[in-house]
């Protein structure tokens, strides 16, 4: 176990912490959140999705049911009446800068959970820790990241996590990818990929090809292009960790 604040001893230790565990959140979103649970491309098996939950509770505070509702909205009513974030609509600075006010808006909407969160986990942990206790999963993530970075670093490491989805998820790819970037298909909403090199936000730079087939859980299209999170999908399912259910040729 490492000693108190011995993390921040050198400046690049809580930059790699940083981009680390933001991978890692990523990652957690597109495989678990969004592959998985809101569009039903895999089947995770218990003992991968467990870890993904367990890091969503404590890096982000986000509610399953929650984020898939919002999710599956924004694909029923993409750019048009009805969208919970659209840049078309809102403006892209406001979806950059305000993602998660919009998200907030819409998952309080009476109705959204019941209609578009349908199937999502409801086992004794969702019902007794994730959901009902999501805020406390950021408070021992505050605690660890004192512990490993010290006072004053530590806090700033955890506001750089409480940020990154709210900007990379609510606003680089739902403002950004929608917005800029190029198109393989001529779908009717406004999607773009950000870029065929897809690493960074595990894969969801591939935002036009995920909308052309929502239920791949491949989303990479051409040659060129690289998904990282398809690549991960890959090595669970040689493991037996994850089922594909349908992946685009
Ligand atoms: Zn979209
Ligand atoms: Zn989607």
Not at 71 to 93: I, N, Y
Not at 123 to 146: C, F
Not at 168 to 174: C, E
Request: charged share 20%; net charge positive.
């Amino acid at each position: 176990m490492p000693d108190f604040g011995s993390w921040a001893t050198a400046w690049w230790k809580p930059i790699l912490f940083v981009i680390v565990a933001g991978h890692l959140t990523n990652v957690s979103v597109t495989l678990f959140l969004h592959r998985a649970q809101t569009h039903r491309g895999v089947k995770l098996h218990f003992l991968a999705a467990l870890p993904m939950r367990l890091w969503l509770w404590l890096s982000t505070a986000i509610v399953t049911k929650e984020w898939v509702a919002c999710h599956r909205k924004h694909h029923a009513f993409a750019d048009r009446e009805g969208d919970p974030h659209s840049p078309l609509m809102e403006g892209l600075r406001n979806i950059v800068l305000k993602g998660a006010f919009y998200y907030r808006k819409t998952v309080r909407q009476p109705g959204v959970l019941d209609k578009y969160g349908k199937g999502t986990p409801n086992d004794w942990l969702e019902r007794h820790l994730l959901s009902p206790l999501n805020w406390v999963g950021i408070l021992v993530m505050l605690a660890v990241d004192i512990y490993l970075f010290g006072f004053f670093v530590g806090p700033l490491v955890w506001g750089v996590q409480m940020i990154w989805i709210p900007f990379w998820a609510a606003g680089i790819v739902n403002g950004v990818g929608h917005a800029v970037g190029y198109r393989n298909f001529d779908v009717k909403d406004e999607s773009r990929n950000i870029s065929p090199i897809a690493i960074w936000l595990g894969g969801e730079e591939l935002h036009n090809n995920h909308h052309a087939d929502p239920h791949s859980a491949k989303f990479k299209a051409k040659w060129y292009e690289f998904d990282i999170g398809w690549m991960y999908l890959r090595l669970l399912s040689i493991f037996g960790l994850a089922e594909i259910s349908y992946a685009r040729r």
